[in-house]
């Protein structure tokens, strides 16, 4: 199975110009899973509610949904994408999961970071996982990384790899993701963005960029550098994350002493 990220500077609040960007750049791209960053369309930094608002897009309805699908079924991949969502008065820091038949789930995101608490309601879908056929897909967005229960709640629905667009800003996901695949046996795609934005007389935001697609035994394959643009497709064996087996006597999942940890 081929899986990889795109890791890019999305303009704030130039959807279509976005979209068209991301279009262009994966013209040429074979891979089975492809995963974009988090907001990846509107961009990050909002500066009023009525902003966010204006920005957000129904799913499947929007701009940015369609055009995923359109782009899924054109390359024969499936993409994982970030978009701020519009579901009546609620918004929601969102991740969809497209294939080339359409669209497969929405996930939105549980632990909002800083400002996003102003504009986003936190999200009440849970941590979904989805068979795509070569991998069952589990979806996450960025500071969930924080809270180990994210990817292990994926890894307990039976996640084999982990979609994880992101907008990170602090430096120490990078790493952690490393301890996050290895602690729960899973594949990790995170897919960041990179540039700064500074809006609204507001404190400078700088993304640290460093994509990475991590093993079940905490080995990155590929990361992409802080500061530069890259695609990056690389080629796991999803069954790998399927063996929870430690040792002889040690089994990941089947180990765990729940009883203890409340
Ligand atoms: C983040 O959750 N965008 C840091």
């Known amino acids: 199975m081929k899986v990889g990220y795109f890791q890019f500077n999305p303009v704030f609040g130039e ?11 994966l013209a040429g791209a074979e891979c089975d899973l492809l995963v974009l960053p988090e907001l990846f369309t509107t961009g990050y930094q909002f500066v009023s509610a009525d902003e966010a608002r204006a920005l957000a897009e129904e799913i499947p309805g929007g701009p940015t949904t369609s055009r995923l699908i359109r782009l899924a079924a054109d390359r024969r991949m499936h ?26 789930g929405v996930y939105r995101k549980t632990h909002l970071f800083f400002e996003e608490t102003l504009f986003f309601a936190p999200g009440d879908t ?22 180990p229960e994210s990817a292990r ?86 069954k790998e994350a399927r063996n929870k087996k430690l040792t002889p006597y040690n089994d990941l999942l089947a180990g765990r002493r729940p009883e203890f940890y409340s």
Not at 83 to 102: H, I, M, Q, T
């Open 126 to 147: 849970g941590f979904p996982v989805y068979d795509i056929g070569p991998a069952r897909v589990g979806l996450m967005v960025c500071f969930d990384w924080y809270y």
């Open 79 to 104: 993409l994982v994408a970030g978009l701020a969502e519009r579901a009546g008065d609620r918004l929601y820091n969102s991740a969809v999961l497209v294939g080339p038949k359409g669209l497969i």
């Open 153 to 238: 709640t994926l890894a307990l629905k039976g996640a084999d790899v982990i979609a994880h667009p992101s907008n990170l800003v602090l430096p120490n996901c990078p790493d952690s993701m490393v301890t996050r695949c290895l602690e729960n046996r899973v594949f990790a795609v995170t897919c960041n963005r990179i540039g700064s934005e500074e809006r609204g007389g507001k404190k400078k935001l700088a993304y640290i960029g460093n994509s990475e697609v991590v093993t079940p035994k905490g080995e990155i394959i590929t990361r992409a550098k802080a500061d530069q643009e890259e695609l990056a497709i690389v080629e796991i064996d999803p």
């Open 15 to 25: 959807v279509k110009r976005n979209l068209d960007y991301v279009g262009e750049r």
